[in-house]
């Protein structure tokens, strides 16, 4: 199924959970740390509350809903194991790189992690030449997801428009920041943390378009391949 006509002027790729297989690694670590502290969530907990946002938001709604304002130090604690794991566990979603090695239209990434987290990430898998300098996070910006902040500053250092941008997200509070930003946007659902998780959750009931293998992705995106659509490349 065609998306979009003509083809887009720019690709926004979250990375946790679309360009890197990291939600669930992220999940363990925090509910690992959280637990240290008295604090007990589950995964179901952590996708529905966490998944997508800034830590801002995160360290907000721990302190709304069990009363524990996670400081700097566990901050650091959280990063450091954090990244620890990423050397050992962590992948790029399969397909991926094949991708981004076919795509015509200008490509970057907006993401809610720190500069820090996202450039090693990106590293680890890599995926970092595919990008170069266009990686764009929310410390960036005033809001996070799912406000529109960090879509439209990506469209803004990008010299795209917004109205011809095409968001490639996983969470529901990126969907809704791409929405909000009056962008395109796509459901990513290959990551390993929305596993059997059924359909009509995935798409929201209908309202989005959904694919859980890259190599879909130009089946339902054509106009942006770089080889039948004649894109120049620099």
Excluded at 41 to 50: E, L
Excluded at 175 to 188: S, Y
Excluded at 197 to 202: M, Q, R
Aim: glycine share 8%; charged share 25%.
């Amino acid at each position: 199924m065609k998306l979009i006509s003509p083809a887009p002027e720019l690709i926004i790729f979250d990375c946790d959970g679309v360009l890197i297989d990291s939600e669930v690694i992220s999940a363990r670590v925090l509910i690992g740390a959280l637990a240290s502290v008295g604090v007990k969530v589950d995964t179901a907990h952590v996708q529905t509350h966490f998944l997508g946002r800034s830590w801002a938001k995160v360290a907000a709604e721990i302190r709304h809903s069990h009363g524990y304002l996670p400081g700097t130090d566990f901050e650091e604690r959280y990063r450091t194991e954090l990244l620890s794991r990423f050397e050992q566990e962590l992948d790029p979603t399969p397909g991926i790189k094949t991708l981004l090695g076919q795509l015509g239209p200008k490509t970057c990434v907006a993401t809610s992690s720190t500069p820090k987290r996202a450039l090693r990430s990106l590293e680890l898998t890599g995926l970092a030449g595919f990008f170069e300098a266009r990686v764009f996070t929310a410390s960036e910006v005033e809001r996070g997801k799912p406000a529109p902040d960090l879509f439209l500053h990506a469209a803004a250092k990008m010299d795209a428009n917004p109205a011809n941008c095409l968001v490639i997200e996983d969470s529901l509070p990126g969907i809704q920041a791409a929405r909000n930003a009056g962008m395109e946007v796509l459901r990513f659902t290959g990551g390993s943390h929305l596993r059997g998780i059924d359909d009509d959750t995935l798409t929201l009931g209908g309202t989005i378009r959904c694919f859980d293998k890259w190599d879909r992705f130009l089946e339902m995106v054509p106009q942006a391949d770089r080889q039948t659509n004649g894109w120049m490349t620099t």
